[in-house]
Nanobody, 120 residues
Framework: QVQLVESGGELVQAGGSLRLSCAAS????????MGWFRQAPGKGLEWVSA????????FYAESMKDRFTISRDNAKNTLYLQMNSLKSEDTAVYYC?????????????WGQGTQVTVSS
């Protein structure tokens, strides 16, 4: 069983930055492929980014690759998402998940989500 707990979401002004964190349980975090998704109000789940086990490879949705940075600290069992130049359309609940790929079907464990609200 894997438990994922996101934090760091808050209200921020457009143009600002936030860093989301995802704390994972277990002693094998370094073996997990991990990703971030988001869900905006009234919309479906959207893949944001993914990272390989030792952070050698990172992947981003096209609309976010120049503003968001995914990273991980395997010693701390923590996944991060640094978000810069935030826009109102980035308002969403952000979820971390264990798995791979850009489809939600590739992920088997999910956190409860953290709310990011960007005011314009």
């Amino acid at each position: 069983q894997v438990q994922l707990v996101e934090s760091g979401g808050e209200l921020v002004q457009a143009g600002g930055s936030l860093r989301l964190s995802c704390a994972a349980s277990g002693r094998t975090f370094s073996s997990y492929l991990m990703g971030w998704f988001r869900q905006a109000p009234g919309k479906g789940l959207e893949w944001v980014s993914a990272i390989s086990r030792y952070a050698g490879r990172t992947f981003y949705a096209e609309s976010m690759k120049d503003r968001f940075t995914i990273s991980r600290d395997n010693a701390k069992n923590t996944l991060y998402l640094q978000m810069n130049s935030l826009k109102s359309e980035d308002t969403a609940v952000y979820y971390c998940a264990k798995g791979y790929g850009s489809s939600s079907t590739g992920y088997d464990y999910w956190g409860q989500g953290t709310q990011v609200t960007v005011s314009s």
